[in-house]
């Protein structure tokens, strides 16, 4: 949403964004002619004055802000940016009032947020499983490779001796 003002902060241009964001304003014509600030509620003044003194003092104005919508009421975000005008001469003339809807992108950031919490969760429960089966399967098999060192200790046959050396390299693999 884009609104050019002069140094009288009456509207001087504004796009399709901007009219349908504010469009608590029935005749958004009036505020050709009229400061914008004279038609608001006292503490949106307040706010917007300050603001918009500050663009025509020169100064670079960014903010986040909430406000809650009339047609839905809902929470939106906002970011303002207020960029002043200046002339040939160095001489502020207006200011550019550039608002921009992330409400969209704070929503994400927070079930991303949620995502990654959950996804953490996830893989403690998955190195904690994977220890635990870890540790459930050395302790048998230490105790079968343990029984064939001892089963090779002894004279066994041949065949007997060749199954004994698969179990206890199959042992040490695993």
Not at 158 to 172: A, L, T, Y
């Amino acid at each position: 949403m884009v609104a050019i003002f002069d140094v009288e902060m009456k509207i001087v241009k504004y796009n399709a964004a901007f009219r349908k964001f504010f469009y608590d304003f029935e005749n958004i014509e009036v505020y050709f002619k009229a400061n914008i600030l004279e038609n608001m509620d006292e503490d949106k003044a307040i706010f917007w004055e300050e603001n918009f003194g500050k663009g025509l003092r020169g100064e670079k104005v960014f903010k986040k802000i909430e406000y809650i919508s009339k047609d839905k009421n809902k929470k939106i975000e906002l970011n303002i940016d207020i960029t002043s005008i200046y002339n040939s001469s160095v001489e502020v003339t207006g200011f550019i009032l550039s608002i921009d809807d992330i409400t969209n992108i704070k929503n994400l950031e927070k079930e991303i947020e949620l995502v990654r919490n959950e996804l953490r969760k996830t893989k403690k429960i998955k190195e904690k499983l994977i220890y635990n089966l870890s540790s459930e399967i050395r302790t048998p098999l230490n105790n079968i490779i343990s029984g064939i060192e001892l089963i090779n200790g002894n004279k066994t046959s041949k065949k007997e001796s060749e199954i004994s050396d698969i179990i206890q390299n199959s042992g040490k693999d695993l």
